[in-house]
Nanobody, 124 residues
Framework: QVQLVESGGGLVQAGGSLRLSCAAS????????MAWFRRAPGKEREFVSG????????AYAPSVEGRFTISRDNSKNTLYLQMNSLKPEDTAVYYC?????????????????WGQGTQVTVSS
C-alpha cells in the first residue's frame, strides 16, 4: 500500500510559478508509475503529467507541455511538479497518483493510489 501526501499549492498570479510535492510512503516506488492529475471546477479529472519511477520517462498533457516539469527524488521518495507560466485555466485541485506495474496512462482509473489533493489558484 502506498500513501501519498501532496503539498505546495496556493494562490499565484498569472505568469507565476509553483512547485507541488508529493511525498510517498509505505513502499518503494521502483515498480510504480506516478502522475499528476487535476480537477477544475465543473470539469472532470484530467491527466497533467506522468513519470515512470524506474527510468524517468515522462509524458505531459499538451496544455502544459513546455510549462510544467515533472521530476522525482529517489532518496526522498518524493514526486514534484514544477509549474511555470501559470494561467488562470490551470486553476484546479491537483492530485498525485500511483500506478503499480504499469506505464504512464492518461486514464485516472489506471491508478490505484491517490493523495488528498492540493488547491492551485491562478489569478488573472
Amino acid at each position: 500500500q502506498v500513501q501519498l501526501v501532496e503539498s505546495g499549492g496556493g494562490l499565484v498570479q498569472a505568469g507565476g510559478s509553483l512547485r507541488l510535492s508529493c511525498a510517498a510512503s509505505g513502499r518503494t516506488l521502483s515498480t510504480y508509475t506516478m502522475a499528476w492529475f487535476r480537477r477544475a471546477p465543473g470539469k472532470e479529472r484530467e491527466f497533467v503529467s506522468g513519470i515512470m519511477w524506474s527510468d524517468g520517462r515522462t509524458a505531459y498533457a499538451p496544455s502544459v507541455e513546455g510549462r510544467f516539469t515533472i521530476s522525482r527524488d529517489n532518496s526522498k521518495n518524493t514526486l514534484y511538479l514544477q509549474m511555470n507560466s501559470l494561467k488562470p485555466e490551470d486553476t484546479a485541485v491537483y492530485y498525485c497518483a500511483a500506478r503499480y506495474l504499469g506505464g504512464i496512462s492518461v486514464a485516472f482509473i489506471s491508478y490505484e493510489h491517490w493523495g488528498q489533493g492540493t488547491q492551485v489558484t491562478v489569478s488573472s
